[in-house]
Structures are given as C-alpha cells and as structure tokens.
Nanobody, 128 residues
Framework: QVQLVESGGGSVQAGGSLRLSCAASGDTNSIEYMGWFRQAPGKEREGVAAIDIGDGKTYYDGSVKGRFTISRDNAKNTVYLEMDSLDPEDTAMYYC?????????????????????WGQGTQVTVSS
C-alpha cells in the first residue's frame, strides 16, 4: 500500500506559477512511476506529467510541455510539479498518482489506468 498527500494548489492569475508537491509513504520501494493527472469539470482525467522513479526519465502531455516540469526527490519520496505560464485552460483538480505495476512504455506512462494509487487531489484555478 502507498499513501499520497498532495499540496501546493491554489488560485493564480494567468501567466503565473504554482508548485505542487506529492509525498508518498508506505511501501515506497514498490513505486516505479509517479505522475500528475488533472480533471476539469465535465472532462475526463488526463495525464499531465510522469517520472520514472528509477532513472528520472520524464513524460509530458503536449499541452504542458515547456511550461510544466516534473521532478523527484527520492530521499523524501516526493515528486514535484512546477507549473509556469499558467493558462485558464489549466484550471482543474490535480491528482498525484503512483504506479507499482512494473515497467511502462512511453505511451502508457501518462495513462491513468496504469496507476494504482491516487491522492485526494489539489485544486488549481487560473483566472484570466
């Protein structure tokens, strides 16, 4: 079992920045990937960014590439999402998730179905 606690959400004006944090506890040795997903009202949950905990390889959705940066601190079992140049379209509930299901292909690293532990979510609101 892995438990996740997210923090760092809030409200910001367009063009601003926010940093999300996700701390994992429990069976952290089983974690292969950590990722950030988001879900806006009336929309499906979508993968935003993910990181391979082992080698640090990162994966980004095209809508955030160049604006968002995912990073990890393995000593603290924590992953971060630095979000810059925020746009109102980024408004959503952001969820941290963990995959302990083994190696994922690049096409699956941002797939919600491949993550088996989820945090409660943190709201990000970007105003124009």
């Amino acid at each position: 079992q892995v438990q996740l606690v997210e923090s760092g959400g809030g409200s910001v004006q367009a063009g601003g920045s926010l940093r999300l944090s996700c701390a994992a506890s429990g069976d952290t040795n089983s974690i292969e990937y950590m990722g950030w997903f988001r879900q806006a009202p009336g929309k499906e949950r979508e993968g935003v960014a993910a990181i391979d905990i082992g080698d640090g390889k990162t994966y980004y959705d095209g809508s955030v590439k160049g604006r968002f940066t995912i990073s990890r601190d393995n000593a603290k079992n924590t992953v971060y999402l630095e979000m810059d140049s925020l746009d109102p379209e980024d408004t959503a509930m952001y969820y941290c998730a963990v995959s302990t299901l083994g190696r994922l292909s690049a096409s699956r690293a941002l797939g919600a179905g491949w993550y088996n532990y989820w945090g409660q979510g943190t709201q990000v609101t970007v105003s124009s």
